[in-house]
């Protein structure tokens, strides 16, 4: 499919692209916001991920919202392995972003290591217009 295809209908069969994760490196974080907040927290993030072209390393980023709890992000990011996932707290985007969310935050991030296998994905996905 090229960029001036439209994607395929909703109802076609398409074969996810399939790649597998040597020596990733991911982390699973929840943000809980005060009360109020979230959407100033998700504007931080977003700005955020705007400058991931500085973290090569940092090969996934999904900002996700909680449906259940209006208060809760959750970010799901896959570093190429760990000196990236160092680099990218090292980062000069990763270091304003620290000192831009704790006001908005009711408590520290819950972090969760994980170690990525492997990563299917509709590649329609890649084509549409995303931006939030």
Do not use: C, K
Request: glycine share 6%; charged share 25%; no cysteine.
């Amino acid at each position: 499919m090229t960029a001036a295809e439209p994607p395929p209908e909703p109802d076609a069969i398409t074969e996810p692209a399939h790649v597998l994760l040597p020596d990733r490196m991911g982390l699973l974080v929840r943000l809980t916001a005060n009360a109020g907040m979230r959407p100033a927290l998700l504007d931080a993030l977003n700005r955020y991920a705007d400058g991931l072209g500085e973290e090569p390393g940092t090969e996934v980023y999904v900002v996700h919202t909680d449906p259940d709890d209006a208060n809760i992000v959750w970010l799901y990011e896959i570093f190429a392995d760990e000196d990236a996932q160092r680099a990218h707290q090292s980062a000069e985007g990763f270091a304003h972003l620290m000192t831009e969310i704790p006001d908005l935050l009711g408590g520290p991030p819950a972090v969760l290591r994980l170690a990525p296998l492997r990563m299917s994905l509709q590649e329609q996905v890649l084509q549409e217009d995303l931006t939030l």
